[in-house]
């Protein structure tokens, strides 16, 4: 591509990096393992502190193991498709 | 389905005394390497999904194993292939484990958790704070001319001041604890009102004497804190091991 399609279209690779950089946020924090085990903590810890209802903290707890078993699915499904 | 994927619990010694009766420790199965002792569960590939009761089945299997001798407890949710995946674990790591286990032998971890009250944290470093009122003050009288800049340098006043008062409670309470165990870890701050997030290991027969230091730092201190001080736990936060190759989970 030349200078004038650069020029053209900088603005919108601009705007596709920052979609493409929020996307991959959004992913780390929905499916990185590390992630939803500090989620796990967090949330443990404003139960604890009577911030939350127990039946609130069920509720986020189940999202959370849901993520989860979802994050170890498509880990599996990569490592499955990549090899060893 | 076979079952020839294993769910592990913990590793402990071969000889280690350790007894897998009772109902807590039904279907929990064992391998033995070189002087070590992998404790699983077999589950069917793909099986083992992630929940509550998972977890709290996780728990307190590795507790009870714990209870018996020391044991390096597994993370939850940690499935390997198979039994060689397992033995190739315990082959490439035996040294490091061994040592681990020779250091946690005795010993059992407490957890301390340490908060500012809430009407304490607003005194010390909210609007009562002599330097944060003048700030809130400058911004309130700008009206819409730049407050943005002030409160964030508000925001950064009282991050300050906290980290500090941290830094403060660290050096009065957990230098002071870390000294009399046998070693000490700082996790993360997990909200802005906690000031300490500590886990201590200790010998098993130093437990009460650990429990009067903790009062006695403590105690006078409860009118600006909350202190929430736990355990006994099997050792998690003092037997972090980076074995190779990692686990390989399903």
Request: charged share 25%.
């Amino acid at each position: 591509m030349g200078i004038l399609g650069n020029v053209l279209l900088g603005p919108f690779k601009g705007l596709w990096f920052v979609i493409r950089e929020i996307h991959n946020q959004v992913q780390k924090e929905l499916y990185d393992e590390e992630a939803i085990q500090k989620q796990f903590v967090a949330l443990q810890l404003e139960y604890e502190l009577g911030n939350i209802p127990e039946d609130e903290f069920l509720r986020q707890e189940a999202v959370l193991f849901e993520r989860l078993n979802q994050a170890r699915t498509a880990c599996a499904a990569a490592n499955a498709g990549g090899g060893e | 389905m076979t079952k020839n994927a294993l769910y592990l619990y913990a590793i402990g010694r071969g000889d280690g005394g350790l007894t897998l009766s009772g109902e807590t420790l039904r279907g929990v199965d064992t391998i033995f390497y070189d002087g070590l002792a992998a404790f699983f569960s077999p589950v069917s590939d793909g099986e083992h999904m992630l929940s509550r009761e998972a977890m709290m089945s996780h728990q307190k299997i590795v507790g009870t194993l714990w209870s018996q001798a020391a044991v390096i407890p597994i993370s939850f949710g940690t499935v390997l292939r198979d039994r060689s995946a397992v033995i190739k674990i315990l082959q490439m790591n035996s040294k490091q484990i061994k040592a681990t286990l020779n250091r946690l032998a005795g010993c059992m971890e407490v957890g301390l958790k340490v908060f500012w009250k809430k009407d304490v944290f607003a005194a010390r470093f909210g609007k009562q704070d002599p330097g944060v009122a003048e700030l809130i003050k400058k911004a309130r009288e700008s009206g819409n001319e730049q407050p943005y800049p002030l409160m964030t340098r508000v925001g950064e006043m009282v991050e300050n001041k906290v980290r500090q008062a941290r830094s403060t409670f660290e050096r009065e309470v957990h230098h002071v604890l870390a000294a009399v165990a046998e070693d000490a870890v700082l996790n993360d701050i997990l909200t802005i009102h906690m000031v300490c997030n500590a886990a201590y290991l200790i010998r098993k027969e130093e437990e009460q004497a650990f429990d009067n230091e903790v009062s006695r730092l403590l105690e006078p201190r409860t009118d600006e804190f909350d202190v929430r001080y736990t355990g006994p736990w099997p050792p998690y936060n003092f037997a972090r091991l980076q074995l190779e190759p990692p686990p390989e989970r399903r």
